[in-house]
């Protein structure tokens, strides 16, 4: 194996632990404390792992932890009415609705019911215009973990051709609107993208997010190029046992790329990271205060 290994599980630790300082000077200086509300819908035993964790590394930082759940069969308008509840309450500075949502429940409208400014996934459609304007705006948090990633092994990322495979609104597009934001040349590329293989071999940087099981094998992997691999994907591997894998397929990208990210403790770990950096910084915001440098794009 000849790439250098990115630890998303030590840099995600590193971050936390910058998040934590900030918020303990936060309430020294200005008696503010950052509010983190997780609203889950249901009992989808992935989401409920999710938002478990989220709720312990807010506490963990030091910051404010509202947690409300809903039955799986609440109506909209409930979910609307504690949206707009949260929306007005000044000790909550993030907002997060945990996806997927049950079917009688229409996400857009849902995620564009958030105050765009307590909009810590960086979802709603003023934040997604902010970024692709170039604006300051909510990042969202799984683009930014593997931002910071990239900048923190490469530098400056400029003129680099960067292949981002996955174009959707949650990794894919938002991830090229951040590249591109760093003078990447960038594609995106995605399931009808003619000889994809090729397209892969251009990049210097390559972001796998498709949610395929090892999709992207070595011979798709320029010689040096960064390997970003969002995918978190379970196989199952017989006698009752299963392992996570990514979108790429690790041993035989390793042999080839220059740096590459494993799955698990790679991109996964910096998300929630990255969603603790935003509600500091959606909470200086709120605020007028200085948001903490580090923390964003
Ligand atoms: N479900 C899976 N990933 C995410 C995420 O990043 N944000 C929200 N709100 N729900 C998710």
Redesign the pocket.
Known sequence: MSAMILDGKAFAARLRGEIAGHVAKLKETHGLTPGLAVVLVGEDPA?QV?VRSKGKMTVEVGMASFEHRLDVDASEVELLALIQKLNADPQVHGI?????LPPQMNADLVINAIDPAKDV?G?HISNVGLLGTGQKSMV???PLGCLMMLRDHLGDLSGMNAVVVGRSN?VGKPMAQLLLGDSCTVTIAHSRTRDLAEVCRRADILVAAVGRPQMIPGDWVKPGATVIDVGINRIDEGAGKSRLVGDVEFDSAAQVAGAITPVPGGVGPM?IAC?LANTVTASCRAHGLPEPVGLTA
């Open positions: 989401s999710y997060l609705v945990q996806l997927p996934d979802f969202p948090c799984t949650i998300t969603l």
